[in-house]
Nanobody, 127 residues
Framework: QVQLVESGGGLVQAGGSLRLSCAAS????????MGWFRQAPGQEREFVAA????????YYADSVKGRFTISRDNAKNTVDLQMNSLKPEDTAVYYC????????????????????WGQGTQVTVSS
């Protein structure tokens, strides 16, 4: 089993920055990739970014490319999401997810590719 705990959410003005962190514990050696998703009220869960534990290859949704950066610290078992130039439409609950199956990067934008999920952290961007 793997446990994921997100932190770093909050309220920020448009144009500002936030850094989210996801701490993984348990059988983290079994993991191949990590992802961030978000869900706004009344909307489906949406892919944001993904990263491989080994090698650090990354994959971003078009809506955040150039503004968000995903990174990982293998020694600390953490995955961060640096969010810059935030917009009101970035407002959502952000979830960290972990995948224990080797997959091509292109399918890491699917929620069904992930085995473990955190509880989520709220990000609110005011205009």
């Amino acid at each position: 089993q793997v446990q994921l705990v997100e932190s770093g959410g909050g309220l920020v003005q448009a144009g500002g920055s936030l850094r989210l962190s996801c701490a993984a514990s348990g059988r983290t050696f079994s993991l191949y990739s990590m992802g961030w998703f978000r869900q706004a009220p009344g909307q489906e869960r949406e892919f944001v970014a993904a990263i491989r534990w080994s090698g650090g290859s990354t994959y971003y949704a078009d809506s955040v490319k150039g503004r968000f950066t995903i990174s990982r610290d293998n020694a600390k078992n953490t995955v961060d999401l640096q969010m810059n130039s935030l917009k009101p439409e970035d407002t959502a609950v952000y979830y960290c997810a972990a995948d224990r199956t080797p997959r091509i990067m292109a399918v890491l934008n699917r929620a069904s590719s992930y085995d473990y999920w955190g509880q989520g952290t709220q990000v609110t961007v005011s205009s």
